[in-house]
Structure formats: C-alpha cells, structure tokens
C-alpha cells in the first residue's frame, strides 16, 4: 500500500517551539515538534512526531473533514493556573455524541506544550455546540487585549443551519471568572450562497 500524505496543516510556535498539527489516514490528530521558525532550517534538522491522546485515547476527526485551526498563547491573566501558562488548542469536526448525523466543532487542549490533552468546552458533553456544513474550513486566532486588555479566543467556521460564515470566541482574563467557558457566537458574518 502506498504511503498517505498527512492532510490538515496547522502549524503554530511559542516557547522556541513549532508545533505543526496534521490528520493522519485514520483521521486521528498528530503533530510535529521542531525549533523555532526563528532557527535555521536544513537536511539535518528534526522534527519529533507524538500522536495527540485525550483520556488515553486518539483524537479522531470526521471522515471527509480533515480541517484543523490552531492556536498558542501565553495567558498571562489566568485565573486558575500558575500565571504565565502557555496553551496549546486545536479546534476539529467532530461527529455530535447525541446525533450522528451531525458534525460539530470541537476543541482539544494542552497546558504542558503537547505532554497532555484534555477536551476543552467547545463541543464537549455538557459544554457549547455548533454544528459545521459540510466542506467548512477552520481557522483560529488568539487576540491580544481587544477590550479593556481582555485577551480572546476566536474559531471562524460555516455554520449548518444558518449556512453562512460564523466566529465563535470567548474571553480570557481575570474579569471573565465565572465566564471562562462562556463561548459566544456571531453566526452571519457573510452567507454562503452569495458569489465569493
């Protein structure tokens, strides 16, 4: 059998590291580690594959659906870690647990740069829920300071039933304790049937 070429690039650095994320042949999640971008790059340079687990288990995204968003930060107002913690997040479709019908974007995270990885509240069993159209692209974004240096998450994706553009985001600072998993949504950036 031929070898298969991983799909879904998303690549970040922080900490003099650069993560590149993809989706293997079994539409499991993995990732390169490697230097900085900084660094020179040549023949002898070496990038350290890890597949990424959650429970123990691989990170599967829905057939036909091989798109990522990533993104990493340091979140210097956390407010239930140790100051400074630096975060990776990786943002997938996934199939909906309650409706198999449905594929929703979900959200996989890590504290330790990629040691360990828990499943963040979007998409997850009791958290926030948007369904995704078929053939949506993902991409992800960390905002420095928008308002009143509040820092934020924002995820761009085509929503299912509204069939247009959407960006959901949530807030990181000291303020938004009580509201760290509060996602928000603005679903008609622009609609999908109109000519791009």
Known sequence: MAPTTPSALASVEINNTTFVFYVNSQR???YLEGPAAAAEINQQTKYTQHQVLVDGAPVEVVKGF????????????TRTKKRGSTYLRVYYVAE????????ILREIASEDLGK?????????????????LQGS?????????????TNELRVYFTIKN??????TWMPLSVESKGHENDWNIASRL????EPW
């Open 66 to 77: 091989k798109h990522l968003g990533a993104i990493a930060y340091k979140d210097l107002l």
């Open 190 to 193: 622009r609609s999908i049937d």
């Open 116 to 132: 360990t990885w828990f499943s963040g509240v979007l998409g997850a069993k009791n958290g926030v829920i948007y369904s995704v």
């Open 162 to 167: 509204e069939q247009c553009l959407a960006v």
């Open 137 to 149: 692209g993902i991409n992800a974004v960390v905002l420095p300071g928008i308002v009143d240096n």
């Open 96 to 103: 909906n647990p309650k409706d198999s019908d449905d594929n």
């Open 28 to 30: 499991n999640i993995g």
